[in-house]
């Protein structure tokens, strides 16, 4: 079979809500329709490392970007982010198109649109120093597993056609 040579990258909770923080959880495993949009275009996924839950664990309680914000966690992030990037240039050296990589809105590490979370400010910014333009998309706060139809799960399937060249379903 013939590969779509696209891949999207996500945060590690889009695909495992295990990991949030037990009060923030909003789906039992996956966030399915995310989940499924991306499945129905035939892109790849490559989930993001939880550098909350490397640094942390699951028992970890809810903590505020300026509290995640140490010398230690930022040596985590920037190790992760070089990891990813590496992986990124692997995909493009071999003709893939990155579609995007999303975020969740409002996270201390993975917030991209609003205020950027500790691990995609390193992200973006060696992805930037290397000249890998990166598209991007939130997760909003108020997303829930089963929104299909709604606000974010319009804007997302908007996001891949645009980013993927796609005017119908595949």
Request: charged residues 30%; hydrophobic residues 35%.
């Amino acid at each position: 079979m013939e590969r779509s040579k696209k891949v999207i990258f996500i945060s590690h909770c889009i695909l495992n809500q295990n990991t949030v923080v037990s009060p923030l959880a909003r789906a039992k495993g996956p966030y399915r329709d995310i989940i499924n949009i991306i499945m129905d275009y035939g892109i790849g996924i490559h989930q993001l490392p939880c550098p909350e839950f490397r640094h942390l664990g699951l028992k970890r309680e809810p903590m505020t970007k300026e509290e995640y914000d140490t010398e230690e966690y930022r040596i985590l992030c920037k190790k992760i982010s070089k990891d990813i990037i590496n992986v990124m240039k692997e995909y493009l050296n071999n003709g893939y198109q990155i579609v995007g990589l999303i975020g969740i809105n409002s996270s201390p590490t993975c917030g991209i649109r609003k205020e950027k979370g500790i691990l995609m400010e390193e992200l973006l910014s060696l992805a930037s120093e290397l000249e890998i333009n990166l598209k991007t998309i939130d997760v909003p706060t108020n997303y829930s597993d089963g929104d299909i139809g709604k606000e974010f799960v319009i804007e997302l399937e908007r996001f891949i056609k645009s980013s993927t060249g796609n005017k119908e379903w595949q």
